[in-house]
């Protein structure tokens, strides 16, 4: 490989780092806002954790679509789930920063990490929609664990993503049990 292109993929590297300093609306179970390579970390070792339960899947490609489903918010951050609707362009400018992100790549890497984007973006095949609903999973898991602020919104949760976390049995009971979690934790905050 030409030193060039090592020096390519480093610099998309270095670019990629600004993904640790995007935050979240969730926080850690210790009550520091979570960024959103923490929530990609989480979402490719959930899938990982529940391979076995994914058969006929390709976990390498699942593990792919994890690492770069929110690679776009390095730029330009992550709009909260409870506010994309005010945000209808989020999917395009995401896309646009991915070109910005990858552009140091060598074409066939940039051309496959863009692919890649599209596929989960899309939910076009089995893996990305499984990406997606554990997208969701892991979302409500981190939001049910955080340290949150007292007026966090717990009933957010019992709708969203219901759509993606249908379309298999695993994601329906794991979905089932993190309601639970949710409706509970909703419960002891409105308590206080």
Known sequence: MKDSTLAGRLNFLREAERLKNVLRSGFTSSGRPESTAEHSWRLALMALVFADQLPGLDIARVLKLCVVHDLGEAIHGDIPAIHQHAHPGKSAQEREDLHILTRDLDPSL???????????????????QAVKAFDKLETILQHNQGDNPPDFDYAFNLGYGRKHTATAPLFATLREMLDAETSQRGRSTSSQ
């Open 110 to 128: 940039r051309a496959e990490i863009i692919a890649l984007w599209d596929e989960y973006e899309a939910a076009a095949t089995p893996e990305a």
